[in-house]
């Protein structure tokens, strides 16, 4: 019996597969994500072969096109010394508008540039402390639309060597030192190019501080980012002023001394004992034994006066172990160092001491006036006073001012820095003067070679000169007999085999002789009111900065 014949109506009917569609990624996606995705590919292929057909007709345009500046800007090759040629580099501070017309070279900084449409850049170019206007602009025949266009991509602080005319500007720039004449740029050429992002920029460095005041929005470099790119923050009109001056005090500082016959010495800055006797000294490992840092020059002048060298002085680093981290303390700084032989009375030493500040503010003001107007237009402060023969005080009298004013103060307690300030204010509402000089200092704060005032029990022939409150040089007569060297130094407890070849230089004979120091970077830090010693000082030191 055959099998019965199937049904066609009942045949089994193939199942429909369901379309699938995959990102760029592989991963399954709806058929209406997968046809943006095609569309999107499509408008990106299309958006690309419109830019490389730019591109194309572009070079064509710059290949058919002949830059008319070619040669007159461009990187220079690193600096090898290859050739020297009899090109005069302008100091721009000598360019004004009485020289119109004249086409000079320069090397010079770029501070800022900004570009004006396509066809002119404005620059801002530094040389110390001065800055001029550069302009370029592209014309038919010799600058191009390329060479302005390289000139916007010179990155600000690089160095380059610019040909220009100078010109008169229409207004004067008074964005700029040179404010008369602006340079018209010829040529302009890389000779050290910046490729790292600047920490800061230089006009926020140099803005006023009174700025802050009337816009809180704008940005402030604060001290330690200053101090932690230090090389970049030293290039401000500010601070090249700062170092000028500190440069200066130190020019007349030695001006005045030689003049009057001091000799300039170099003493040894590692010793084996600590040279004002006390623990604030950096011990360091000398081979086989321990050394000292020198806290001071102090021995060494004594023995150069007990060698007969009648009157010296010295300019050197002093070294101080003390951990404070106040506005006006540093663990190295530059000490101004003099000593000197006398005949009857310290006072002689204390006179010449008063000449000498008298003559360095008078020139500071006389001479340098044009880098104290500088600092000025970033930290304004009041002329710093002082009268043609110096205000002497004795330290009775400065205690009586601060127990008038109602300061309690023992009459042998060393003046706190508060009293040091407080009687500042005092002596300059009363005298006019930001400079002053107390004189006999309570003999127990003193150091041990420190001459006792033989008329006043408990007082000593010791003196401090301050500026705007502070004190800025601290000296005395000293103890120029052996005997009595070697008393004082027992009552302050002092090994005296430690300090054996200091004694026996007087054992040999010494006139009698009295000095001074002076921290540098305090009289630079009070005469302007910078308000804080590290901004005089070119790289401080203090208990929690020992670099750059």
């Known amino acids: 019996m055959s099998a019965p014949a199937q049904d066609p109506a009942v045949e089994e009917k193939p199942q429909k597969t369901e379309e699938q569609f995959f990102d760029d990624e592989g991963k399954p996606i709806s058929k209406k994500a997968f046809k943006k995705l095609q569309k999107d590919k499509e ?258 002048k004594q023995m150069c006066i007990a060698a007969d060298f009648g009157k010296v002085f010295e300019i050197a680093p002093v070294f101080r172990a003390e951990d404070s981290n106040t506005h006006r303390h540093m663990t190295e700084f530059m000490g101004l160092d003099m000593e000197m032989a006398f005949n009857e009375h310290y006072h002689e030493v204390l006179d010449v001491l008063d000449e000498m500040f008298v003559y360095i503010f008078t020139n500071l003001k006389e001479r340098f006036s044009k880098e104290t107007e500088t600092i000025k237009k970033q930290y304004e402060f009041e002329d710093f006073e002082f009268l043609p023969k110096t205000l002497r005080l004795s330290f009775k009298e400065g205690v009586q001012m601060l127990r008038d004013a109602g300061v309690e103060t023992g009459d042998y307690e060393d003046l706190s820095t508060a009293n040091e300030r407080f009687l500042g204010k005092l002596v300059k509402e009363k005298y006019h003067t930001d400079f002053y000089i107390l004189d006999k200092f309570p003999l127990a704060v003193r150091p041990f070679y420190t001459m006792p005032d033989p008329n006043n029990p408990g007082y000593s022939n010791s003196y401090d000169f301050f500026m705007r409150g502070e004190e800025i040089l601290s000296g005395a007569q000293r103890i120029h007999d052996p005997e009595f060297l070697e008393e004082r130094a027992k009552h302050h407890e002092i090994d005296l085999s430690t300090i054996q070849p200091y004694i026996d230089a007087f054992k040999i004979g010494a006139p009698p002789h009295a000095g001074g120091g002076i921290g540098l970077e305090r009289v630079v830090m009070l005469y302007l009111a910078l308000g804080n010693i590290r901004r005089s000082s070119l790289f401080p030191r203090d208990p929690k900065r020992l670099e750059p």
Do not use: W
């Open 43 to 300: 408008k990106a292929d299309r958006k690309a072969a419109t830019a490389a057909k730019l591109a194309a007709e572009k070079a064509e345009r710059d290949a058919n096109s002949v830059d008319v500046s070619e040669g007159r800007y461009g990187k220079l090759p690193m600096n090898q010394s290859q050739e020297r040629t009899d090109t005069k580099y302008e100091d721009i501070t000598k360019i004004d508008g009485s020289r119109a017309g004249e086409t000079i070279t320069v090397r010079v900084r770029v501070q800022t540039s900004r570009a004006t449409g396509g066809k002119m850049c404005f620059f801002v170019f530094r040389q110390g402390v001065s800055t001029i206007q550069g302009i370029i602009t592209a014309d038919e025949e010799t600058i191009s639309k390329q060479m302005v266009k390289y000139c916007v991509g010179i990155t600000s602080e690089s160095i380059v060597v610019v040909k220009a005319k100078i010109v008169k500007p229409v207004e004067e720039v008074k964005s700029c030192t040179v404010s008369c004449a602006e340079l018209s740029i010829n040529e302009i050429h890389v000779v050290s190019e910046v490729n790292v992002r600047l920490a800061f920029s230089l006009d926020d460095a140099t803005r006023p501080e009174s700025s802050y005041d009337e816009d809180a929005q704008l940005s402030r470099v604060n001290l330690d980012t200053r101090l932690n790119n230090r090389v970049l923050d030293l290039r401000t009109t500010t601070n090249h002023a700062i170092f000028r001056l500190q440069s200066a005090v130190c020019l007349l500082f030695r001006e005045f001394l030689v003049e009057r016959g001091f000799m300039e010495i170099h003493t040894p800055k590692l010793i084996a004992t600590a040279s004002e006797g006390g623990s604030n000294v950096f011990k360091v490992t000398y081979f086989k034994q321990s050394a000292f840092l020198a806290q001071s020059p102090q021995l060494y």
